[in-house]
């Protein structure tokens, strides 16, 4: 029987890492399960993880575990809330902490143990708590501690049940993939051959019984996501079953929908809708993000039901290339907040996974895993490290307004009270952000002065973390200074989306021809209904390095290829000023709306 881990998901934002982990760096098929799981969903098992949670041990209405999960000789790792199920459950104690420990802590190692092998003295992990273990059951050890926390890791060796208050699963605990391989393969014995294209073999066994004999309907964007969905879906169904649609919306990219065209013209029962008039109608003087994002979603769906009833097809599913941080950046998990709906998680999507009416093929997956999927599909190289483009497309990076003036001269004050040695100013328009786990709606702030990025990051932190208001810090790129900006009413026109387009595809352009485009994650640039000294809106470069785009760095590009883009875009007629954003994610979102 194949090797799995199991590992528990109590609610926290990490477990899918865990999972995906534990799949890609150690080599041993994962698989999650709830707290309240049975012993036998859990047998044959090589081990068991459990992951932290937005609840506290003694909340009422924490979820509901199996105790029986300790009791079956099966290797145990608690993280975080998982360490506090373990102290609590087999005899232990856990409390309330005053003190509570966010960020990177200093681990002393107590004792030498399995876990820890290959971890110094001292190691640097990340913490994310707020209660506090202070009894461990009587047959446990303390292995590591750190300045807040004595029972930081802990275990019963000889039962092979350990905890962890750090998360080894985030990049920030340095060792962190050490720890989990010394779990995984040390305690749990397992040996390490999973490979992708177990995966392939897995899923293919699912889709199939998922879906049976019905007809699937695919909507293709020529993202990779899409297009990995379209090569697993047409491994597993007969050609008369799969039938593949890609809308042009009128928010694509330059020449974007001839190329998926030319691209996907293999795929027997493909068709490409041009729907573009009804998108933009219906987007006519719109400008709430969370309003244009929902009827993108909801007319992606009305143009696909159309051509559902125009070829007839009875007994069907539509499928969509859904990956996880979709799903929990629109509140889609348990106990998640929406920082903004993805055009494939709104009501009427909601609706239809409820009555089983939609097929997601790798919706547990990351983008990482659906490139290494990808490649074992035989997609192309260039095609699998595409940069990942938003379902509502130029939608979202159009920004939109009605023109009201605001004053900022409070919000300015604050900035220049901050003594930093540059000089600032406040956009008037606001973009979408994440702080706290929650979403944010507020304005940029502008920063000017010397180019320096390691001194404007530090700005950058400071500003978004001591001026309550501003959510976002962006630069402006030097050669250029602003005598007026005035916010202007602008919505999701053509003649926008061209320029946006025009723009988009130079910066592209210019990052493809320095290399760049593997380094970086993401480069959106975005349209601000603002216009800089009479001459034009704003054009914002919003650059970013990223693994899982649930967290991202901006990212520090050459100066000669910055300047070089910047002087292309202000060659654009309509173009009256180019910033470059420095907000990491959170407290900005990768995408402005
Ligand atoms: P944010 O802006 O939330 O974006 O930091 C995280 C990642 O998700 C992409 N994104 C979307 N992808 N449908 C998608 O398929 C959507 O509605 C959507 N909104 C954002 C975004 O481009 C980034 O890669």
Redesign the pocket.
Known sequence: MEEKIVVIDNGGQYCHLIATKVRTKHNVYSEILPPNCSVDDVQGAKGIILSGSPFSIYNENKPDFNEKLFSLGIPVLGICYGNYLVASTLGGKVVASEKKEYGLAKLLKKKDSVLLEGCGKEEIVWMSHGDKIVAIPKTFEILGSTENCEFAAIADEKKKIFGVQFHPEVVDTKKGDIILGNFVHKICGCVGEWKISDYIAQKQIELKNEIGKKKVLLLVSGGVDSTVCASLLSKVLAREQLFCLHIDNGLMRKNESAEVKEMLKEIKNFKVVDASKMFLDRLKEKYEPEEK?KIIGQTFIDVANKEIENLGLDDWLLAQGTIY??TI?SGGTKHADV??T???RVDIIKKMIEDKKIVEPVKDLYKEEVRDLGTALGLFENFVWRH?????GLG?RALCSVGKKEEFSVLKEKLNSLGLKYDFDVLPCRSVGVKGDERSYEHPAIISGVWDWKELEKASTRVVNEVRGINRAIYLLPGQSINSMEPIKAYLTKERLDLLREADAIVMGEIEKAGLMRKIW?F?TVLVPVNVNGKGEALILRPVFSTI?MT?KFADLPLEVVESIKKKLLAIKGVGAVFYDITH?PPG???WE
């Open positions: 994002r941080p979709d950046e920082i903004k993805h055009h494939n990942p483009f938003p379902g509502p979202v993401q959106p785009a991202a994610k979102t990768i995408e």
